[in-house]
């Protein structure tokens, strides 16, 4: 499942929420694919300034979460939201 996954991913079809749910639900699942989650998050940055508020803090979180390290990602994901930080509402 996961291979198939990645080569949908890095084809590029994979529009943004499909890119951040897949990361979420994997990591929510507590499954850390080697090749899978790289490829979510190359194609994440690839495609950065067209993340809604909740792909960003959904793709924030599933990395965060899985104890990912992605600095690349981390760093793209955190430009993109200083703009929007005013529309950000926090979930209790």
Same mark, same amino acid.
């Given at each position: /499942? @996961?291979? &198939? !996954? =990645?080569?949908?991913? @890095?084809? &590029?079809?994979?529009?943004? =929420?499909? +890119?951040?749910?897949?990361?979420?639900?994997?990591?929510?699942?507590?499954? #850390?694919?080697?090749?899978?989650? *790289?490829?979510?998050?190359?194609? @994440? #940055?690839?495609?950065?300034? $067209?993340?809604? /508020? =909740?792909? !960003?803090?959904?793709? %924030?979180?599933?990395?965060?979460?899985? +104890?990912?390290?992605?600095? *690349? !990602?981390?760093? @793209? +994901? %955190?430009?993109?939201? #200083? *703009?929007?930080?005013? $529309?950000?509402?926090? =979930?209790?």
């Amino acid at each position: /499942m @996961a291979r &198939g !996954l =990645q080569a949908h991913i @890095a084809s &590029g079809e994979f529009e943004t =929420q499909n +890119l951040s749910n897949t990361a979420w639900s994997f990591s929510a699942m507590r499954i #850390v694919n080697g090749p899978l989650l *790289p490829a979510i998050s190359a194609a @994440a #940055v690839s495609k950065i300034q $067209e993340l809604s /508020m =909740q792909d !960003l803090s959904n793709t %924030a979180w599933a990395f965060a979460k899985s +104890l990912i390290d992605d600095r *690349p !990602l981390f760093d @793209a +994901l %955190a430009s993109a939201s #200083v *703009p929007s930080c005013a $529309e950000f509402e926090s =979930q209790t």
